[in-house]
């Protein structure tokens, strides 16, 4: 068994986990980082095309951070924690000039001072820095880069099973060394998760193979509570083919017109004044009402349609998807590219306070893997300010932690539970392969729980996962070795994605109303008087338990309530 001690542990490989590790190391304390995988080859910040959301001294005429704020808020339907949107729109200008500061390249006008900007769906004005279409990948190099400055040790290839805790408060964690099958213990005063979302929920996802929930499963074991859960979103411009390329990010709505098969470009009868600009919510359920009333493409989806741009426009603006284009034969200057929606993002997450704490001490949460900045739909844009900003909280508030209290203690022979678990994978000779049970939870999830939700379906889906938990229970290898074998990663991964299905599917079916990304064909309406509240999810013993508490409307509230 390898062991491990520092002060501060954090867990991912995007940049929410790399600010995190960053910021927490200038406190002075020990910090470690822990990863699924490779350094800048895991986590989903690294597929991250798009731009940063801020009004900083680069602003246009007009904007500021009061209508970020606003446009936000807005985007997210009222379900925002308001207080934490203050703090991004607040904190986020500064730490993109830090970022540039350690070596982050932001593209730049032709006068080469003023940085360049987009806009996209939800924002009111062009506000956005970027690179290119590689602005997560900018922001994993530079990070990545200071933190080896710092001489933040990295454990990778560890997939963290298990938090523990001593007293109702952190005191380590348990994983599993994925080259050898060994269990790994961390002993640590503080640990921050940033493990992304859990796209690999469903059939068809723009998250690579590793983003599996961890984050929201171990937070929930450990004692934290979760919060909106139902609000999934799907990004509108997902790759239909090949199949290798299925549900990934294949367009970008401010570079594209959508159309359908008979050349409409049909976002004029759902958002006339916005078109592809509208919320990605909209957008996606356009998309499955041209589909479903006819006007789809042949591998049954849209069009999205780029050849209105000046020649070599598109290759400039998105180098990275020209190269893919080329290879699967689409000339985006001549041809459309048919597109689909798929699951990109997940809003709801651990609940945590302004200082990205969740409910259990010494445990905090930031990126993806936290809730409350985007409400019911995060604006496109947000993500990226929003990996900044909370790795930043979450790595600073658990640095002051660690520095406050002393490392409770720890036994080793916790780590028996990791072994007895693959261990028994290993000896089962008869039962159900992971990769088979992975395609069936994927599966079921989308034809059930995605864009579109109804009563029969949600409770379909939970019986379902009910028959599901008892087959993750008897997981079997086909393979037996036990050097980096990609299916007892599988299925280790099934555990959380189970629990983490259960969360959504039962959240969404006690939502009675459609608002952001969770839209109810039985509920089609917003209810604001009964369903301005967010859902909180704990597990007591092996149920969950789901509260209600009402949304924050501190700054502003909808015109009706």
């Known amino acids: 068994m390898h062991s491990y001690e520092t002060d501060v542990l954090v867990i991912g490989g995007g940049a929410a986990g790399a600010m995190a590790s960053y910021q927490a190391s200038k406190a002075g304390v020990k910090v470690m980082l822990a990863l699924k995988g490779q350094p800048q080859r895991c986590g989903s910040t690294l597929m991250a ?290 597109v689909a929606p798929t699951c990109h993002f997940f809003m709801g997450g651990v609940k945590v306070d302004e200082n990205w704490a969740s409910t259990v001490p010494g445990l905090f949460a930031a990126g993806e893997t936290a809730v409350g900045v985007h409400g019911g739909n995060r604006l496109s844009q947000n993500a990226l300010a929003e990996l900044i900003v909370t790795g930043t909280r979450a790595g600073v508030s658990a640095a002051r932690f660690a520095q406050h209290n002393i490392q409770a203690p720890v036994n080793p022979g916790e780590a028996k539970e990791v072994e007895d678990l693959v261990n028994s994978m290993f000896a089962r000779n008869e039962g159900v392969r992971p990769s088979a049970l992975r395609n069936k939870i994927r599966r079921m999830m989308w034809e059930k729980v995605g864009v579109y939700r109804t009563e029969d379906k949600l409770k379909s889906a939970l019986e379902d996962l009910e028959s599901m938990k008892r087959d993750v229970e008897r997981q079997t290898l086909p393979l037996k070795s036990r050097r980096l074998n990609q299916e007892l990663q599988e299925g280790l991964e099934n555990h959380f994605l189970i629990k983490v299905a259960q969360c959504v599917a039962q959240a969404a079916l006690l939502r009675t109303e459609s608002r952001g990304a969770h839209y109810r064909d039985d509920y089609p309406g917003i209810d604001n008087k009964n369903w301005l509240q967010h859902l909180v999810i704990n597990k007591n013993e092996q149920k969950l338990k789901i509260a209600h508490i009402p949304v924050d409307l501190a700054e502003i509230r909808p015109e009706e309530v």
């Open 49 to 338: 095309p798009g731009a940063i959301a801020a009004v900083g001294d680069w602003h246009k005429p007009g904007d500021s951070k009061d209508l970020h704020f606003q446009d936000t808020v807005k985007g997210g339907s009222y379900m925002n924690e308001q207080k934490l949107v203050r703090i991004l729109v607040e904190e986020s200008p500064d730490l993109i000039l830090e970022m540039e500061r350690i070596g982050a390249i932001w593209q730049r006008d032709e006068d080469g001072e003023t940085y360049s900007l987009r806009i996209d769906g939800g924002h009111s004005f062009h506000r956005c820095p970027y690179l290119e279409d590689r602005t997560g990948r900018e922001m994993l190099r530079t990070l990545f880069g200071e933190n080896a400055k710092r001489n933040i040790p990295i454990v990778s290839n560890v997939m963290i099973l298990k938090i523990l805790t001593e007293d109702s408060r952190v005191s380590g964690a348990l994983g599993l060394d994925l080259e050898h099958s060994e269990p790994v213990l961390f002993r640590a005063k503080s640990i921050v998760l940033a493990c992304g979302g859990s796209g690999n929920l469903y059939l068809n996802t723009s998250n690579p193979t590793g983003v599996t929930g961890d984050g929201y499963a171990l937070a929930l074991q450990a004692g934290a509570a979760l919060m909106d859960m139902e609000f999934v979103q799907f990004y509108p411009l997902g790759f239909l083919f090949p199949n290798s390329l299925r549900g990934a990010l294949g367009a970008l709505l401010y570079h594209s017109k959508l159309r359908n098969n008979k050349g409409e470009r049909f976002m004029e009868k759902y958002d006339p004044e916005r078109l592809e600009l509208s919320t990605r919510d909209r957008i996606a359920r356009a998309i499955y009402t041209e589909i479903n009333e006819g006007r789809g493409g042949p591998h049954g989806g849209v069009f999205a349609d780029m050849t209105y741009h000046e020649p070599g426009a598109i290759a400039k603006m998105q180098p990275a998807l020209c190269e893919t284009y080329s290879k699967i034969g689409v000339d985006p200057e001549k041809d459309y590219l048919e």
